[in-house]
Structures are given as C-alpha cells and as structure tokens.
C-alpha cells in the first residue's frame, strides 16, 4: 500500500513537470507574434464586453432573471469565462487539433509515448493567449459581483473547488464528444458543439424546466457549468445542488473515460 502511494506521487510530479515543460515551450511560442497576442487579447475583453452590455440592457427592464440579480448574473458570466480559460491551459487547443492529428497521421506518435494520449493531447498545444483576455475580464467580473453581493470571503474556496468540478465536467464532455474524431476525421462540426455547450452555460440553471432541465443536467450538463460555482459566491449556496455536480463530474469521466479507450481500440492508425 505505502509503495503504491509513492508510485502515485511520483506519477503526480512527473505529470506537472510535463506540463511545466509544454507550458514554458507554448508560451516561447506564442510570444513570437506579439501583436496576434495583443489582438487575441483584446478581442476576447471586446466580446466579453459584448456579453455583459446585453446582461445590462436585460437588466435594465427586469429586476431578476430566474431569480439572478444582475451582479450575481456577473459571478456567473465570469465564471464561465474562468472555465474556459482554464481549460484552454490544460486541454482544450489539443482537442481542437485532434481531427488533424488523426488524418495526417501524428496522432500515432502519442500513442507510442509514455504518458495517456489523451493527457499528451491536452499538454501538447497548451494556449495562454487562446481566451486569456476572457479569463481576465472573466476574474474582473467575478470580484465586482462578488463586491456587490455581501457574500463572506469563507464562500471562496468552495467557489475555486467546484470551478474545478466544472473544469471536470467540462473536459469529460470535451473528451467524449471528440471520441467520434476517429470515426468522422474532420472535428471542425464537433468543436462547434463545444464551443455551444460553453456559451449557452453563461445563463442560469433556474431558467430550465421539466425536461429540458433533465436534460441539461444529465445529458449535456451545461446548466450546472457556472451555475454550481456562481451559486456559491452569490449567496446562493445549494448543498444538493453541488453534491449533485460532483456526482455528474464523477459519472460523466468515467463515461467519457470508457467511451475513449474504447474508440481508441478501434482507431486504425495511419499506417494500416
């Protein structure tokens, strides 16, 4: 048991140096181009913007929207821009390469590497500037919400811990959705319906009902995305509620998980 425990640690430290190591090598990269950097940046915080001038005018002729004021409405849509973020500096860029991989015949070189494809995947093409200007305006959001709302600083760790839920739930959607790039090559369609399931998440679970909520619950979770941990902040605390993304997050990568090795079984190659 002690020695397995070590394995595990060891494992752990070998993965976060990878990840340091693809990091530092992305963002040399990516600093090359200096003003695609700026632009990328600064077209984030303009369409950020762009969401938050349409919560006003919405807000300017409603009090609440499914119960959301409107700063608790900005912890929400900020939230969603932290997610996406996070996600663009772990998983997502590799995703939205994995069609290419897979027709040009690179993908057979994770597969013969030590470390998960689909963790090799994820850290290959790690983006900063990809959604760093909606992470910024995202964290802006969260804190002139949360300054509004009178919540106590106790509710942040609990906001952080199930950002990383939402994280969870995010990449195993990411992951099984993509599962279907070794049957459809082209993953341009596939990408548009994660890029989707990410914008739809900016509006409160409280707005579904009857069976649509069910259905943006279990099957395509985007209703507990930036709900769970917007609630958190906003006064909104749900002990049901987060323990029901935990067990959505939980379910959904061992589904996800399952679905990949699977698919991954009857992936080809480009050499046979």
């Not at 369409?47 to 004021?69: E, H, R």
């Not at 996070?86 to 860029?93: E, G, I, V």
């Not at 590497?113 to 990809?130: D, W």
């Not at 649509?212 to 099957?219: L, N």
């Amino acid at each position: 048991m002690k020695r397995s425990g070590i394995s595990a640690v060891c494992a752990v430290r070998r993965t976060f140096r990878l990840y340091g190591s693809f990091l530092a090598q992305n963002l040399k990269n990516e600093m090359v181009y200096r003003a695609n950097f700026v632009l990328l940046v600064g077209m984030d915080l303009f369409f950020m913007g762009i969401n938050v001038a349409f919560f006003a005018i919405l807000y300017a002729n409603v009090t609440t929207i499914g119960g959301w004021t409107f700063h608790q409405t900005l912890i929400l849509v900020g939230s969603v821009g932290l997610v996406r973020e996070a996600a663009y500096l772990l998983f997502r860029q590799g995703f939205l390469e994995l069609g290419d991989y897979v027709r040009t015949g690179q993908f057979d070189a994770l597969l013969v590497k030590p470390i998960r494809p689909n963790i090799h995947l994820g850290f290959r093409h790690v983006s900063l500037t990809e959604s760093l200007g909606e992470g910024l305006m995202g964290l802006a959001l969260v804190g002139y919400g949360f300054a509004h709302v009178g919540t106590g600083w106790a509710a942040i760790p609990l906001y952080v811990l199930m950002l990383g839920v939402s994280l969870v739930i995010y990449y195993a959607f990411c992951l099984a959705i993509n599962s279907a790039v070794f049957w459809i090559i082209k993953s341009q369609e596939l990408n548009s319906i994660v890029y989707t399931f990410m914008e739809t998440a900016r509006y409160p679970r409280d707005i579904y009902r009857g069976l649509g909520k069910a259905i943006f619950t279990f099957v395509i979770p985007i209703s507990l995305i930036a709900t769970v941990p917007a609630s958190v902040l906003a006064g909104r605390l749900d002990w049901g509620l987060i323990a029901l993304a935990v067990i959505v997050a939980v379910g959904m990568m061992s589904g996800a998980t399952v679905l990949w090795n699977w698919s991954l079984r009857h992936y080809s190659s480009a050499s046979s």
